[in-house]
């Protein structure tokens, strides 16, 4: 599985960042960057899942 950021749709809200800052970072203007899209485990996979569902702008989504 791998998360995809929309930088076009992304608020620069930070909820991704707050979650999960090891996979998710912001630029200078607030605006996501992915730092790690891969998620593996099980486990990683669910909280991927908890993250990209808490985006307000539904700029993140998820890939096989
Ligand atoms: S939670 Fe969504 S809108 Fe907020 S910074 Fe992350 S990708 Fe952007």
Not at 51 to 62: E, F, K, N
Request: with cysteine.
């Amino acid at each position: 599985m791998r998360v995809i950021a929309d930088t076009n749709r992304c608020l620069g809200a930070g909820q991704c960042v707050l979650a999960d800052p090891e996979r998710f970072d912001q630029s200078d203007d607030g605006i996501v960057v992915v730092l790690r899209a891969e998620a593996t485990d099980p486990a990683e996979q669910e909280e991927v899942r908890e993250t990209v569902s808490h985006c307000p702008s539904r700029a993140l989504s998820l890939a096989d």
